[in-house]
């Protein structure tokens, strides 16, 4: 890289991100095709370290080779002690993350995936608005610094997400269902429209629930509403920081011996895939609880650095809801989480249950506190389970509790794990004792 | 100036072809804790082109301004494959094409003043926070700035371009007390003028520090169904989240029974209810003299005397709903087309003092600030940042996890009380909608009153 060997010269030490991704987003609104849209973009990142201070800069100007250099030391110079080093361990272990097939897609093709999914949706029930958006996308990331450090990997990532409604005078019933993944294979159409219609059946009565305390059910998409908090509790800087409930339970049996979470980033058959971190870091497999301990923190460099451990693989630009961005400097973020599946099929955990809940999708995911491991959140899309069974959706119905609390108390997770998103694959969780509050 | 956007428009066969480029400066510092976690001035160049081709979009974006030919004619093929897949095609309602250039109320210049300055603020209000009380575990002091170049063309004979700074500031205070007794409080400003806005901030530090450890004996609210007094920023919160983003035509207008609950004329709310997105306050972080499709700003009146009045547009809706436009196409960036989006947001005010508006609430909670909202059509749900009891009239203990749910429809008519004290607030961050986030916008309201908001907790 020209740019690292100018860098060498002029600071102490420095780290070269370079981007290059070409992504094809197709969007479908109210079941019809809206846009196309080649969307090409070429970023590069410069970290430096001089005199122990740390200085970034970006750029999307290919020729800006020299402005950046001398942005990023201006920065350092204004900056505080790095407290750690670029590192040159090259011990990445290569893993395949690119499909062929993927990052030949043609937009014809993409807007043909999308009719398919709608036409199954509207097979269903023809009145149903279907929002869609498909997209294939191709990256190249290229991390090199002055320590030696010098990998590079091409990925690729089909995605398609829908948003659903059905409408009723005053009454809209909204939800949202995807998948994604890095190669064909693992894309699954037919999966995903058959999730969507058995949320439309299990809405098509109404049903309600007082208020009280009840067993809930979460289904794999409904585990982000403990994950949002449980993740910022194992986030390393939160950790250090003193702000983690979870500071000081390292080794410590703090959950149920029923939960167990892995961050996985070269995990095979991950949509997310990957080799390295965005700071080059072998992105290998972290236990974060095991059996209830809690086993490990997620780290990128910096905060390894200060913490006096090592980088976990989770130094991340953008993070999870934004995506990769060359644009933001790299911070702790999971990169493929795995919780471990247990022995009942969800159908068991519905008909154990006489009276509870079952949460697929929140209103506002993270808002309130989570570092407190409390949430309280409006039901989207909830079922009601009565003596077993479902018997409709529930609607002005929230639900509250604390994560620390109820995944210490008692604790089932289903047997099917589910991709949910890019990053998570994950069972129902069954939880006791959630506070629901129904409007009156 | 615009020559090499116009090679495009001649590269370019589609009926109608519209270029945006961006130049866009950004520094970002941000400490956590004691430590300069991030310092960052960067540059970035982009543009894109759309073009309609037999009533299809197609769309490329792209950095290297070199390029813009070629994209216009890739964007071009894109439209083309879209065509042939409608049935029916897409229309622009007709604007008049406008030459202009904008330059903003400029204070301080963000780009003259020095990365020094600007770092050496944003740690004196970290430090006073962290100074405050032993408590204080962590804190964040965030601040951003960014001024942004841009120019439109299209092949109609619009030429513009407009300068638009923005700048921002976000404390975060986190708390602990016992083991899982950890709170955070946060307070921000934002503005599209200059560096002034950031400075003499240390008492929004202090008053975000003292928050955090108010709230750590600060008890959970009880769950159940309230008279709920809303502050101005919560309210801005709640009209923007919960109505504003109803009002976006692109929300409804391919669906005839979504458009048989927004009819306008319909009544919403009480007769003393008026809401209004404005494009253009001075100094405001919504501001956008010209949208992104060229259509300048407006004044749109939401709901006027409680009943619907105007739906937000861009071209396509308008056209399609047979309405003027009304200056709301938007977009984040230049990597982004432009969708509906709302700008300056707020309630207008009402005639009752805050003392008229607590008085006469027996049993209630006045809600304050936000930690941010969510709404799916009729349902909303928003997180205050903290509340207290109102008893017999009065200010009672400070409550802490006030999540307040409901459904838009039912809300609205329950406002029983609007204040006299509108405050329009600009804050860090932005909306988000449709991938597109965060998008520079203000919401406002004086306090107001709601009957039978459902708040959540145990």
Same mark, same amino acid.
């Given at each position: 890289?020209?740019?690292?060997?100018?860098?060498?010269?002029?600071?102490?030490?420095?780290?070269?991100?370079?981007?290059?991704?070409?992504?094809?987003?197709?969007? =479908?609104?109210?079941?019809?095709?809206?846009?196309?849209?080649?969307?090409?973009?070429?970023?590069?990142?410069?970290?430096?370290?001089?005199?122990?201070?740390?200085?970034?800069?970006? +750029?999307?100007?290919?020729?800006?080779?020299?402005?950046?250099?001398?942005?990023?030391?201006?920065?350092? *110079?204004?900056?505080?002690?790095?407290?750690?080093? =670029?590192?040159?361990?090259?011990?990445?272990?290569?893993?395949?993350?690119?499909?062929?097939?993927?990052?030949?897609?043609?937009?014809? *093709?993409?807007?043909?995936?999308?009719?398919?999914?709608?036409?199954?949706?509207?097979?269903?029930?023809?009145?149903?608005?279907?929002?869609?958006?498909?997209?294939?996308?191709?990256?190249?990331?290229?991390?090199?610094?002055?320590?030696? !450090?010098?990998?590079?990997?091409?990925?690729?990532?089909?995605?398609?997400?829908?948003?659903?409604?059905?409408?009723?005078?005053?009454?809209?019933?909204?939800?949202?269902?995807?998948?994604?993944?890095?190669? +064909?294979?693992?894309?699954?159409?037919?999966?995903?429209?058959?999730?969507?219609?058995?949320?439309?059946? %299990?809405?098509?009565?109404?049903?309600?629930?007082?208020?009280?305390?009840?067993?809930?059910?979460?289904?794999?998409?409904?585990?982000?509403?403990?994950?949002?908090?449980? !993740?910022?509790?194992?986030?390393?800087?939160?950790?250090?920081?003193?702000?983690?409930?979870?500071?000081?339970?390292?080794?410590?049996?703090?959950?149920?011996?029923?939960?167990?979470?892995?961050?996985?980033?070269? =995990?095979?058959?991950?949509?997310?895939?990957?080799?390295?971190?965005?700071?080059?870091?072998?992105?290998?497999?972290?236990?974060?609880?095991?059996?209830?301990?809690?086993?490990?923190?997620?780290?990128?460099?910096?905060?390894?650095?200060?913490?006096?451990?090592?980088?976990?693989?989770?130094?991340?630009?953008?993070?999870?809801?934004?995506?990769?961005?060359?644009?933001?400097?790299?911070?702790?973020?999971? +990169?493929?989480? !795995?919780?471990?599946?247990?022995?009942?099929?969800?159908? *068991?955990?519905?008909?154990?249950?006489?009276?509870?809940?079952?949460?697929?999708?929140?209103?506002?995911?993270?808002?309130?506190?989570?570092?407190?491991?409390?949430?309280?959140?409006?039901?989207?899309?909830?079922?009601?389970?009565?003596?077993?069974?479902?018997?409709?959706?529930?609607?002005?119905?929230?639900?509250?509790?604390?994560?620390?609390?109820?995944?210490?108390?008692?604790?089932?997770?289903?047997?099917?794990?589910? %991709?949910?998103?890019?990053?998570? *694959?994950?069972?129902?969780?069954?939880?006791?004792?959630?506070?629901?509050?129904?409007?009156? | 100036?615009?020559?090499?956007?116009?090679?495009?428009?001649?590269?370019?066969?589609?009926?109608?072809?519209?270029?945006?480029?961006?130049?866009?400066?950004?520094?970002?510092?941000?400490?956590?804790?004691?430590?300069?976690?991030?310092?960052?001035?960067?540059?970035?160049?982009?543009?894109?082109?759309?073009?309609?081709?037999?009533?299809?979009?197609?769309?490329?974006?792209?950095?290297?301004?070199?390029?813009?030919?070629?994209?216009?004619?890739?964007?071009?093929?894109?439209?083309?494959?879209?065509?042939?897949?409608?049935?029916?095609?897409?229309?622009?309602?007709?604007?008049?094409?406008?030459?202009?250039?904008?330059?903003?109320?400029?204070?301080?210049?963000?780009?003259?003043?020095?990365?020094?300055?600007?770092?050496?603020?944003?740690?004196?209000?970290?430090?006073?926070?962290?100074?405050?009380?032993?408590?204080?575990?962590?804190?964040?002091?965030?601040?951003?700035?960014?001024?942004?170049?841009?120019?439109?063309?299209?092949?109609?004979?619009?030429?513009?371009?407009?300068?638009?700074?923005?700048?921002?500031?976000?404390?975060?205070?986190?708390?602990?007390?016992?083991?899982?007794?950890?709170?955070?409080?946060?307070?921000?400003?934002?503005?599209?003028?200059?560096?002034?806005?950031?400075?003499?901030?240390?008492?929004?530090?202090?008053?975000?520090?003292?928050?955090?450890?108010?709230?750590?004996?600060?008890?959970?609210?009880?769950?159940?169904?309230?008279?709920?007094?809303?502050?101005?920023?919560?309210?801005?919160?709640?009209?923007?989240?919960?109505?504003?983003?109803?009002?976006?035509?692109?929300?409804?207008?391919?669906?005839?029974?979504?458009?048989?609950?927004?009819?306008?004329?319909?009544?919403?709310?009480?007769?003393?209810?008026?809401?209004?997105?404005?494009?253009?306050?001075?100094?405001?972080?919504?501001?956008?003299?010209?949208?992104?499709?060229?259509?300048?700003?407006?004044?749109?009146?939401?709901?006027?005397?409680?009943?619907?009045?105007?739906?937000?547009?861009?071209?396509?809706?308008?056209?399609?709903?047979?309405?003027?436009?009304?200056?709301?196409?938007?977009?984040?960036?230049?990597?982004?087309?432009?969708?509906?989006?709302?700008?300056?947001?707020?309630?207008?005010?009402?005639?009752?003092?805050?003392?008229?508006?607590?008085?006469?609430?027996?049993?209630?909670?006045?809600?304050?600030?936000?930690?941010?909202?969510?709404?799916?059509?009729?349902?909303?749900?928003?997180?205050?940042?903290?509340?207290?009891?109102?008893?017999?009239?009065?200010?009672?203990?400070?409550?802490?996890?006030?999540?307040?749910?409901?459904?838009?429809?039912?809300?609205?008519?329950?406002?029983?009380?609007?204040?006299?004290?509108?405050?329009?607030?600009?804050?860090?961050?932005?909306?988000?909608?449709?991938?597109?986030?965060?998008?520079?916008?203000?919401?406002?309201?004086?306090?107001?009153?709601?009957?039978?908001?459902?708040?959540?907790?145990?």
């Amino acid at each position: 890289m020209e740019l690292l060997d100018r860098a060498r010269h002029e600071v102490d030490s420095a780290e070269v991100f370079q981007k290059i991704s070409s992504s094809v987003p197709v969007k =479908f609104n109210s079941g019809k095709l809206e846009s196309v849209k080649h969307v090409d973009t070429t970023g590069v990142a410069l970290r430096v370290i001089q005199d122990g201070k740390l200085g970034f800069s970006t +750029t999307t100007n290919p020729d800006g080779n020299s402005e950046l250099i001398d942005r990023a030391r201006e920065t350092a *110079k204004f900056g505080e002690d790095a407290g750690f080093e =670029f590192s040159g361990d090259g011990a990445v272990e290569k893993v395949d993350t690119f499909d062929r097939e993927v990052s030949e897609l043609t937009a014809k *093709k993409l807007i043909n995936y999308g009719k398919e999914a709608i036409a199954k949706l509207h097979d269903f029930d023809p009145d149903l608005e279907v929002n869609l958006d498909i997209s294939r996308s191709v990256g190249k990331t290229k991390i090199g610094n002055t320590e030696g !450090l010098e990998v590079e990997e091409e990925k690729t990532k089909l995605s398609l997400s829908l948003e659903v409604k059905k409408v009723a005078e005053d009454d809209i019933f909204t939800f949202h269902e995807s998948c994604s993944a890095q190669k +064909t294979d693992q894309f699954d159409i037919d999966g995903v429209a058959e999730k969507a219609i058995q949320k439309v059946k %299990w809405a098509e009565r109404e049903s309600e629930i007082a208020s009280g305390t009840y067993p809930v059910i979460f289904t794999p998409r409904g585990t982000l509403v403990l994950l949002v908090s449980l !993740l910022s509790g194992l986030n390393g800087q939160n950790v250090f920081q003193g702000t983690s409930p979870l500071k000081g339970d390292l080794g410590n049996k703090v959950f149920s011996e029923n939960l167990s979470l892995v961050d996985y980033g070269s =995990f095979e058959g991950s949509p997310s895939r990957r080799s390295f971190d965005d700071e080059g870091t072998p992105a290998g497999k972290t236990e974060l609880i095991s059996g209830g301990v809690v086993k490990n923190f997620l780290y990128d460099l910096q905060t390894a650095g200060q913490a006096d451990t090592d980088p976990t693989g989770n130094g991340v630009k953008g993070g999870l809801i934004s995506g990769s961005d060359f644009r933001s400097p790299p911070s702790i973020s999971p +990169t493929t989480l !795995l919780i471990s599946p247990g022995e009942k099929r969800v159908g *068991k955990l519905i008909s154990d249950l006489d009276s509870g809940l079952m949460v697929d999708q929140v209103l506002g995911l993270g808002q309130g506190n989570p570092l407190s491991g409390e949430f309280s959140n409006n039901v989207s899309v909830a079922y009601r389970i009565d003596d077993g069974a479902i018997t409709g959706k529930v609607k002005n119905t929230m639900i509250a509790g604390n994560i620390y609390e109820l995944l210490a108390g008692e604790v089932e997770m289903g047997q099917e794990a589910e %991709w949910v998103g890019g990053g998570l *694959k994950a069972p129902a969780i069954a939880l006791e004792n959630v506070n629901v509050v129904r409007k009156s | 100036m615009f020559k090499k956007l116009k090679e495009g428009l001649r590269a370019s066969k589609g009926e109608f072809t519209e270029i945006r480029v961006e130049k866009a400066q950004r520094t970002n510092v941000k400490y956590e804790k004691e430590k300069l976690m991030n310092i960052d001035s960067s540059e970035e160049i982009g543009g894109i082109v759309r073009t309609l081709v037999q009533g299809g979009w197609g769309i490329a974006t792209f950095n290297s301004i070199d390029e813009i030919p070629k994209k216009a004619k890739r964007a071009h093929r894109i439209g083309k494959e879209v065509s042939s897949h409608l049935d029916e095609s897409l229309k622009l309602a007709e604007v008049t094409p406008r030459k202009d250039e904008v330059k903003p109320d400029q204070g301080r210049d963000l780009r003259e003043v020095s990365l020094d300055q600007k770092r050496d603020a944003v740690k004196k209000y970290n430090r006073e926070m962290i100074d405050y009380d032993e408590r204080i575990k962590s804190t964040k002091a965030i601040y951003s700035d960014s001024f942004r170049e841009l120019k439109y063309v299209n092949s109609e004979g619009t030429e513009l371009y407009q300068e638009i700074p923005d700048v921002t500031l976000a404390l975060v205070a986190i708390a602990r007390g016992d083991k899982n007794n950890i709170q955070t409080a946060h307070d921000t400003v934002g503005e599209a003028k200059g560096f002034e806005l950031v400075q003499n901030r240390e008492e929004m530090a202090r008053s975000v520090a003292s928050q955090a450890i108010s709230l750590l004996s600060a008890d959970p609210v009880q769950g159940g169904t309230y008279t709920v007094l809303l502050n101005p920023k919560l309210a801005g919160v709640f009209i923007h989240e919960a109505f504003g983003h109803l009002c976006e035509a692109d929300h409804f207008y391919k669906n005839d029974r979504l458009q048989e609950i927004m009819t306008l004329g319909r009544k919403f709310g009480p007769e003393n209810l008026n809401v209004v997105d404005e494009g253009y306050i001075r100094g405001r972080r919504g501001n956008l003299p010209y949208d992104d499709e060229g259509v300048p700003r407006q004044k749109t009146y939401l709901i006027k005397d409680g009943k619907l009045n105007s739906f937000l547009h861009n071209r396509e809706t308008a056209a399609k709903m047979d309405q003027e436009p009304t200056g709301n196409a938007r977009a984040i960036s230049y990597r982004h087309e432009p969708i509906v989006r709302m700008t300056n947001t707020y309630i207008e005010e009402g005639e009752k003092s805050f003392e008229e508006l607590i008085g006469s609430i027996d049993h209630g909670i006045y809600a304050k600030d936000a930690y941010g909202g969510q709404t799916q059509l009729e349902q909303f749900t928003f997180s205050a940042g903290h509340g207290f009891v109102i008893e017999d009239g009065k200010i009672g203990p400070m409550v802490r996890d006030v999540v307040l749910t409901g459904n838009i429809f039912k809300s609205l008519k329950n406002i029983s009380g609007i204040g006299n004290d509108l405050d329009i607030i600009g804050s860090a961050g932005g909306c988000g909608k449709g991938g597109q986030m965060p998008l520079p916008v203000t919401d406002g309201s004086p306090h107001i009153r709601i009957e039978d908001v459902t708040i959540g907790g145990r």
